[in-house]
């Protein structure tokens, strides 16, 4: 069973506009959810987190929110460039962190 | 410190053979992960160590499958008699810190059984 998931499998986003990635979960025990980006030939790379705890994390360009009740979580890249085109994962975990569920991916395609 | 080293980058086999990765993690990580990913799919939790004792194990890892990190450094993750439905990507991860960290993966090796 699938318990993170990510239901768009592809989003294309003019330059310099926002880039909203979704994400869904049923796991009500998950403690902390993360964003990771991966390039082609390269493993994920780690991007931005939001604990359990709090509902909106800024690291620079991006932005995490999180929606507790309905088990959502969103990723807001402002403004988008074209190095960010790449597939985004989201993950969750309980509070050690000894394992992560990722969703299947979206990609992004920033376009100049 | 060149982050997380997985060896080899691709492996191609036969079925029935059997094949070993090795992972090197960051020196001061003293947990480390692998992780399996298909076409597709987002990474698929294998087995996780800290240290070298392997705390938890994926139902995903079939007795076919053995982990091991000697002296809690560097990995290796060996297949026995590989299956066609093995092929995919094996990603290695390390951290140090805690969840909200996330973890340092490596750029994973591909294992397609032929």
């Known amino acids: 069973d699938q318990q993170v998931k990510q239901n768009s499998p592809s989003l294309s986003v003019q330059e310099g506009r926002i880039s909203i990635l979704n994400c869904d979960y049923t796991n009500s025990m998950f403690d902390y959810f993360l964003w990771y980006k991966k390039y082609p030939a390269e493993g994920p790379t780690f991007l931005i987190s939001?604990?359990?705890?709090?509902d909106k994390n800024e690291d620079g360009r991006f932005t995490v929110f999180l929606n507790k009740s309905a088990k959502h979580l969103s990723l807001h890249i402002v403004p988008s460039q074209p190095g960010d085109s790449a597939v985004y994962f989201c993950?969750?975990?309980?509070?050690?962190?000894?394992?992560?569920?990722f969703g299947t991916g979206t990609s992004l395609t920033v376009i100049p | 410190d060149t982050g997380v080293s997985q060896n080899p980058r691709h492996k191609i086999t036969k079925r029935g053979q059997n094949v070993t990765f090795r992972c090197d993690p960051i020196?001061?990580?003293?947990?480390l992960y692998w992780y399996r990913q298909t076409l597709g799919q987002g990474p698929e939790f294998l087995t996780y160590f800290q240290n070298e004792a392997q705390l938890e194990k994926s139902r995903l890892l079939s007795d076919r499958f053995s982990a091991e990190r000697p002296k809690g450094s560097f990995s290796t993750l060996e297949i026995q008699r590989t299956e066609q439905g093995d092929s995919a990507m094996y990603l290695c991860?390390?951290?140090?810190?805690?969840?909200?960290?996330?973890?340092?993966f490596g750029s994973g090796t591909r294992l397609t059984v032929v």
């Open positions: 993950a969750a975990s309980g509070r050690t962190g000894n394992q992560f569920y």
């Open positions: 020196s001061e990580h003293n947990r």
């Open positions: 939001i604990s359990s705890i709090k």
């Open positions: 991860a390390s951290s140090l810190m805690g969840a909200e960290y996330g973890y340092t």
